[in-house]
């Protein structure tokens, strides 16, 4: 029987199915903690060993060979740890690349650029590590996060989601807020003021809207407040339920969890979506009846993005969708 990736999609239409979170850790001590978690959980978040905030000033160079050595190591076994780098103003960006691309460039998840200001600055640095690939015999894509954080960054993420190699356009909350100097205040770095002010959630569906349609996905920005898994997953289910967002950043590890049940799909939902696929690939992908509903190629491209997402959010699956489109 025709697996749906083959019988559904041509080459570069659909969205990549990554984690719906991804957890920031700039130590050592804390990317281990978080490895840890990730055995405990199962493969459902990445995390994202980081350079720029997580490396002592004076220490850059140690910082990312210590990353190096973490991403390679038995530490890591589901190969679902990327890093950020310095941004396209700091003086070690390319010394990042330089060390982290040659030492674990066949193992990142992704490379994350933070701060970028414009289109320009986001491609010189896509080239940059695109050059490191070739220059160090890397075959392999990595993945490219782009944060768009910074006025500049906004006003061309359309162009920049057009960049090869980009996986994923991170909205940024705090920069963002920040570069408007007062002009929007600061409760709305948190919840309701980050969904209701409507300059950041314009900005917002701008990330979005120019995310999908370049087949990459939108990421939210984090919860400030720690301690409150609930408000945590209420910002994840907001993020993704009204403005389209399909990821989102954890920065606590109680976060982590919050996030992945929030985006995970409805139960309802994700049955109906099993038993559709089953029937389809049963029927060769042809048009159906299902529950007095007709569905074909349209809605099966649909409901086969979500049982994905579901399957990588950890949720339990029918043994047979498990055995035909999984194993």
Known sequence: MTHPNEALFGSGDNLPIIPSCEHFAGSEKLILKGFEMQKKLGPVFDITCDCEDGAETGKEVEHAEMIVRVVNSDANPYGMAGTRIHDFDHPDWRQDIDILVPGAGEKLAYI???????????????????????????????PIHVLIETHGALRDVEKTATLPWVQVLDFGLMDFVSGYQGAIPASCMRSPGQFDHRLIAAAKAKVVQAALENHIIPCHNVTLDLKNPYQTYKDA????????????????????????????????????????LLAAQDAEWGPIQYDGELHDRATYRYFWELVQRANYSGAKLKDEVSKRFFS
Do not use: H
């Open 237 to 276: 289910e907001k993020a993704r339920n009204e403005f389209g967002f399909l990821r989102m950043w954890s920065i606590y590890p109680t976060q982590v969890q919050a996030i992945v049940d929030a985006m995970k799909p409805d139960f309802t939902e994700l049955e109906a979506a099993q038993n559709i």
């Open 112 to 142: 994350t650029i933070p701060k970028s200001t414009s289109y320009e600055d986001a491609k010189t640095q896509v080239e940059y590590i695109q050059a490191k690939c070739k220059e160090a015999g890397i075959s392999r894509e990595i």
